[in-house]
Protein backbone atom coordinates (compact mmCIF):
# COMPACT_ATOMS: atom_id res chain seq x y z
CA UNK A 1 0.00 0.00 0.00
CA UNK A 2 1.41 3.15 -1.16
CA UNK A 3 2.12 5.57 1.43
CA UNK A 4 2.50 3.30 4.53
CA UNK A 5 5.95 2.70 4.57
CA UNK A 6 8.37 5.69 4.98
CA UNK A 7 11.07 4.66 2.68
CA UNK A 8 14.72 5.09 2.57
CA UNK A 9 14.88 8.76 2.21
CA UNK A 10 11.69 9.34 4.88
CA UNK A 11 14.69 10.42 7.59
CA UNK A 12 16.93 11.88 5.61
CA UNK A 13 16.20 15.53 6.21
CA UNK A 14 16.68 14.47 10.15
CA UNK A 15 19.17 12.32 10.18
CA UNK A 16 22.24 12.99 11.89
CA UNK A 17 25.13 14.37 10.35
CA UNK A 18 28.90 15.47 10.65
CA UNK A 19 28.59 19.00 11.91
CA UNK A 20 25.21 19.07 13.63
CA UNK A 21 22.42 18.62 10.92
CA UNK A 22 18.77 19.75 12.30
CA UNK A 23 20.09 20.88 16.37
CA UNK A 24 22.72 23.10 14.46
CA UNK A 25 20.33 24.62 12.19
CA UNK A 26 18.33 25.53 15.41
CA UNK A 27 20.68 27.51 16.99
CA UNK A 28 20.21 30.81 16.77
CA UNK A 29 16.78 30.27 15.36
CA UNK A 30 14.84 28.43 18.79
CA UNK A 31 16.72 28.36 22.57
CA UNK A 32 18.63 24.69 23.75
CA UNK A 33 15.42 23.84 25.84
CA UNK A 34 13.03 24.45 23.40
CA UNK A 35 10.68 21.57 22.53
CA UNK A 36 8.94 21.44 19.16
CA UNK A 37 5.74 20.18 18.35
CA UNK A 38 5.67 16.72 15.55
CA UNK A 39 4.84 14.13 13.98
CA UNK A 40 7.89 12.97 12.58
CA UNK A 41 9.68 10.01 14.60
CA UNK A 42 12.45 10.99 12.69
CA UNK A 43 13.13 14.36 14.22
CA UNK A 44 12.39 13.04 17.79
CA UNK A 45 15.19 10.31 17.11
CA UNK A 46 17.61 13.39 14.97
CA UNK A 47 17.30 15.67 18.60
CA UNK A 48 17.44 13.17 20.92
CA UNK A 49 20.34 14.04 23.25
CA UNK A 50 20.29 17.55 21.91
CA UNK A 51 18.97 20.28 24.22
CA UNK A 52 15.87 20.21 21.61
CA UNK A 53 12.70 17.99 22.40
CA UNK A 54 9.86 16.95 20.16
CA UNK A 55 6.51 16.30 21.45
CA UNK A 56 4.56 13.89 19.30
CA UNK A 57 1.16 15.39 18.50
CA UNK A 58 0.01 11.91 19.83
CA UNK A 59 1.37 12.65 23.69
CA UNK A 60 -1.61 13.20 25.48
CA UNK A 61 0.04 16.21 26.98
CA UNK A 62 -1.11 17.90 23.68
CA UNK A 63 -4.50 16.46 23.82
CA UNK A 64 -6.07 19.82 23.45
CA UNK A 65 -5.05 20.16 19.99
CA UNK A 66 -8.41 18.11 18.87
CA UNK A 67 -10.89 20.01 20.76
CA UNK A 68 -12.53 21.83 17.69
CA UNK A 69 -13.69 24.55 19.90
CA UNK A 70 -10.14 25.32 20.83
CA UNK A 71 -8.83 28.32 17.93
CA UNK A 72 -5.42 28.19 17.20
CA UNK A 73 -4.55 31.91 19.32
CA UNK A 74 -5.45 29.54 22.75
CA UNK A 75 -3.48 26.54 21.42
CA UNK A 76 -0.54 28.24 20.91
CA UNK A 77 -0.95 29.84 24.59
CA UNK A 78 -1.50 26.25 25.51
CA UNK A 79 1.60 25.12 23.81
CA UNK A 80 3.20 27.91 24.74
CA UNK A 81 2.71 27.02 28.29
CA UNK A 82 4.28 23.72 27.65
CA UNK A 83 7.42 25.04 26.40
CA UNK A 84 6.30 23.89 22.78
CA UNK A 85 7.47 26.98 20.36
CA UNK A 86 7.69 25.41 17.24
CA UNK A 87 6.33 22.81 14.80
CA UNK A 88 7.72 20.41 12.82
CA UNK A 89 5.81 20.26 9.64
CA UNK A 90 6.09 17.89 6.83
CA UNK A 91 3.59 19.21 3.90
CA UNK A 92 3.36 15.99 2.10
CA UNK A 93 3.14 13.71 5.69
CA UNK A 94 -0.34 11.09 5.99
CA UNK A 95 -0.11 12.64 9.50
CA UNK A 96 -0.56 16.11 8.60
CA UNK A 97 -3.55 15.90 6.15
CA UNK A 98 -5.12 13.86 9.27
CA UNK A 99 -4.22 16.53 11.62
CA UNK A 100 -5.33 19.58 9.15
CA UNK A 101 -8.92 17.76 9.33
CA UNK A 102 -8.50 17.01 13.01
CA UNK A 103 -6.56 20.29 14.44
CA UNK A 104 -7.67 24.17 14.54
CA UNK A 105 -4.15 24.22 15.04
CA UNK A 106 -3.22 22.69 12.05
CA UNK A 107 -6.68 23.61 9.75
CA UNK A 108 -5.00 26.37 7.78
CA UNK A 109 -1.32 25.38 7.77
CA UNK A 110 0.93 26.39 7.23
CA UNK A 111 -0.46 29.67 6.05
CA UNK A 112 0.25 32.47 8.26
CA UNK A 113 2.91 30.21 10.01
CA UNK A 114 6.91 31.71 9.36
CA UNK A 115 8.92 29.03 8.53
CA UNK A 116 12.08 28.74 11.01
CA UNK A 117 13.93 26.47 9.04
CA UNK A 118 13.49 24.20 5.93
CA UNK A 119 15.05 20.75 5.62
CA UNK A 120 15.32 18.87 2.38
CA UNK A 121 15.18 15.09 1.70
CA UNK A 122 16.21 13.95 -1.81
CA UNK A 123 15.07 16.47 -3.93
CA UNK A 124 11.57 17.61 -2.49
CA UNK A 125 11.53 19.97 0.30
CA UNK A 126 9.75 17.96 3.04
CA UNK A 127 10.03 19.07 6.63
CA UNK A 128 9.93 22.41 8.07
CA UNK A 129 10.00 23.89 11.38
CA UNK A 130 7.67 26.84 12.06
CA UNK A 131 6.22 29.04 14.72
CA UNK A 132 2.05 28.77 13.64
CA UNK A 133 0.97 32.59 12.90
CA UNK A 134 -0.30 32.85 16.08
CA UNK A 135 2.00 33.23 18.10
CA UNK A 136 3.56 36.41 18.25
CA UNK A 137 6.87 36.17 17.01
CA UNK A 138 8.24 39.15 18.78
CA UNK A 139 8.28 37.82 22.39
CA UNK A 140 7.16 34.16 21.51
CA UNK A 141 3.59 34.49 23.55
CA UNK A 142 0.31 34.31 21.59
Not at 16 to 41: D, M, Q, W
Not at 68 to 95: F, G
Amino acid sequence: MTGCHPGPRAGRAFARRPGGGAPRLLLGKLPPGTRLLGENAFAYAALAGTGYEVVPVWSSEVSFLFGQALDPRAACRLLEECNIRAVVYNPVSLSTHYLQRASPLYADAPQGWKPLLALNAGNQRRKCVKRPGAWDTRNSRC
